[in-house]
């Protein structure tokens, strides 16, 4: 679900950029030809107004990247890039301990991840909870302590 603040900030930016080059200028060509404007500043204000256009794209993409990056902060969420590293530290560690490689290569990376993980710790026989699972754990039961 997106946060209210990334709902304005794409309702912005559908309004901002609706107005295209195009459209201005016929916007302008029916109010140079009810003689609302002459034609010099009829262009000048198609200039003002792809300017502010742009202006305007270039804020609302820095606030959704921020808003993205604050979102993605908040929620512990895993980009890309991040994942891609960890894969490639598991397959180095699969091939330390001569694991034969995964039978289904090309499944979803966050399951990969899992059954990488998974099978490094039933070849060493960890039993018990990892540290990532005891960290987790720890997070679940500070957010129920009232306080």
Do not use: Y
């Not at 604050?70 to 490639?88: I, P, Q, T, W, Y």
Request: no cysteine; glycine share 6%; proline share 3%.
């Amino acid at each position: 679900m997106l946060s209210t603040t990334v709902k304005k900030m794409m309702l912005m930016g559908i309004g901002a950029l609706s107005l295209t080059r195009e459209r201005a200028e016929i916007l302008v060509k029916e109010l140079t030809e009810k003689g609302d404007v002459n034609q010099t500043e009829a262009r000048s204000f198609v200039a003002e107004l792809i300017q502010r256009g742009e202006q305007e794209r270039k804020a609302l993409q820095k606030a959704v990247r921020g808003e993205m990056a604050r979102l993605r902060d908040e929620f512990s969420m895993v980009n890309k890039k991040d994942l891609a590293r960890l894969e490639a530290r598991l397959r180095r560690i699969e091939k330390h301990l001569n694991l034969p490689p995964l039978a289904a290569e090309g499944a979803d990376s966050a399951s990969q991840a899992e059954e990488r993980l998974q099978r490094i710790e039933d070849h060493l026989n960890l039993t018990e909870s990892s540290p990532v699972e005891v960290g987790e754990r720890r997070q679940t039961d500070e957010a129920k302590q009232p306080g």
